[in-house]
C-alpha cells in the first residue's frame, strides 16, 4: 500500500475547515450613498446592480524605520492613504457615470479650474459607499465594508469597437477619508 507524500494530507479535514465550501468571488454587492451636495441621487442605485468588479479594500500600516547601534528596527508608522476601484456597468444613457461626472465636476470643473462654493468639507462632497458579501446557502450578509467621505478621483474612458458587441464598462477609482468592518449583524444605515 503506498503511503501518502504527507501524512498530514486529508482532504476532508481540509473541506472541513473551509467553511460552508469557501467565500464566492460573485455574492457580493455594491452601493452608494450620497453623490455630494447639489449632484442628482436619482441614478445611485444603479450601482448596486451595475458594478460587476470591485475587491474589500486593502490595508495598508507604512514602517518607519528607526536606527539603534547600527541596526535599523521598523515600527508601525501611519495608516496608507490607498484608492478602491470598481468596474461599472454602463447603460444606453449613460446616468450613472454622467452623474459621477458631474461630481467630478463639481470637485474641480473642467473649465473654470475651481471647486464649487459648497463644496468646503467632506460631508458635502463625499458620499458612502458599502461592499457586502452574501452566504451562498442564505441571504446572509457575511462581510461587509463601508467606505466614508469618498468621492471618484477617476472616471475611465469606454472603449468603443464596431467588431464587438459586448456591453460597455468603466471603471472608477475612489478617494475616501477611511473605511470600517461592519458587523454582518448590524445594520450598516447604523455605522
Known sequence: MTKPANPAFSPTTFLSKLGDGGALQSLYSCSLTGMGDGVSTT???????????????????TAT????????????????????????????GHTLRNDLIAWMNKLNDFETNTRAADYDDPSKYGGE???????????????????????????????????????????VTWEFSHWNLVSPSTDENDE
Open 65 to 92: 524605520a528607526i536606527a539603534y547601534m547600527g541596526r535599523e528596527i521598523n515600527i508601525p508608522g501611519n495608516r496608507a492613504a490607498e484608492t478602491w476601484s470598481t468596474t461599472i456597468y454602463n447603460d444606453e
Open 129 to 171: 459607499m458599502s461592499v457586502r458579501q452574501f452566504s451562498k446557502s442564505s441571504t446572509a450578509i457575511t462581510n461587509s465594508v463601508k467606505f466614508f467621505n469618498i468621492w471618484p478621483s477617476s472616471v475611465a474612458e469606454i472603449s468603443l469597437d464596431w467588431a464587438t458587441s459586448e456591453i460597455q464598462d468603466y471603471e
Open 43 to 61: 441614478n445611485m442605485g444603479q450601482a448596486e446592480f451595475f458594478c460587476h468588479t470591485t475587491s474589500f479594500p486593502v490595508s495598508t500600516i
